[in-house]
């Protein structure tokens, strides 16, 4: 019995793995509903929440209200996220982070863990969880919408970053019971978010009188 063999040059070899590569990454990518994608960066700057309590020292901006896809009588969101900055009044030092809304059947996943993209290496973070409806998610009786919403923090310069990207910056979220779920934000929201609290920063009196003391006023 003699055996055939097949042999693809190198050029064919190369160009069927790139092909490959290709589709990994056009299957993994998150698809962003039209609507959202064609979102500027004004629009989400205009919607950008500024909460402000006098009897608090921190200022939270928030992007929640610049795209929900709140579906049902009373528009409960879906998988939808959305960026905040909170803002220490005192010295104008800022935090970020990405809060995520997670809806899947039962039961519970508790998802533990993000991996985000960065400038080079995707950057595995752990999730603080925010609320959730375990109590009334079940599997079998009257099952239930599971609900989960979690947060991770970013730095500045990364938001930055991924706001100058051509592309949606993408992260999954990862659970120990093996299920993962694909999210991104668009560049504009991004933009919007850090124009909201630039705008802000820029009136609080410690970061002015940083400004007079540079500018010698």
Same mark, same amino acid.
């Given at each position: 019995?003699s055996?055939?063999r097949?042999?693809?040059s190198?050029?064919?070899l190369? %160009? /069927?793995?790139? @092909?490959? %590569?290709?589709?990994?990454?056009s299957?993994?990518? #998150? ?17 950008a929440? #500024?909460?402000d309590?006098p009897?608090?020292?921190e200022?939270? #901006?928030?992007?929640?209200r !610049?795209?929900?896809t !709140?579906?049902g009588?009373f528009? $409960?969101?879906t ?6 900055? /909170? @803002?220490?009044k005192?010295? !104008?030092a800022?935090?970020?982070e990405v809060?995520?809304t ?5 039961? /519970?996943?508790?998802?533990? $863990?993000?991996?985000?993209?960065s400038?080079?290496?995707? /950057? ?19 099952? $239930?919408?599971?609900r989960e919403e979690?947060?991770f923090?970013?730095s500045?310069s990364e ?15 990862k659970s120990?019971?093996?299920h993962?779920?694909?999210?991104a934000?668009t560049?504009?929201?991004i ?5 909201a @609290?630039?705008?802000?920063?820029r009136?609080?009196?410690a970061?002015? %009188?940083?400004?007079?003391?540079v500018?010698g !006023?």
């Amino acid at each position: 019995m003699s055996k055939t063999r097949s042999r693809l040059s190198t050029p064919t070899l190369v %160009a /069927v793995l790139a @092909v490959a %590569a290709a589709g990994s990454a056009s299957a993994e990518a #998150v698809r962003l509903p039209a609507k959202q994608a064609a979102l500027s960066a004004d629009h989400f700057h205009a919607h950008a929440r #500024v909460i402000d309590d006098p009897l608090d020292i921190e200022t939270v #901006v928030s992007t929640e209200r !610049g795209f929900q896809t !709140g579906k049902g009588l009373f528009r $409960e969101p879906t998988n939808d996220n959305h960026l905040r900055a /909170v @803002v220490d009044k005192r010295s !104008g030092a800022t935090r970020f982070e990405v809060r995520q809304t997670l809806t899947y059947p039962g039961p /519970v996943r508790r998802y533990g $863990e993000v991996s985000y993209q960065s400038a080079r290496w995707p /950057v595995a973070a752990p999730l603080n969880r925010i609320r959730d409806n375990a109590g009334h998610c079940f599997l079998f009786e009257a099952p $239930e919408v599971c609900r989960e919403e979690v947060a991770f923090d970013i730095s500045e310069s990364e938001l930055r970053r991924a706001a100058a990207a051509p592309d949606a910056w993408g992260f999954k979220f990862k659970s120990d019971t093996g299920h993962e779920h694909r999210a991104a934000i668009t560049p504009a929201e991004i933009a919007g978010l850090l124009k909201a @609290v630039d705008a802000y920063r820029r009136d609080l009196p410690a970061i002015q %009188a940083q400004a007079d003391t540079v500018t010698g !006023g």
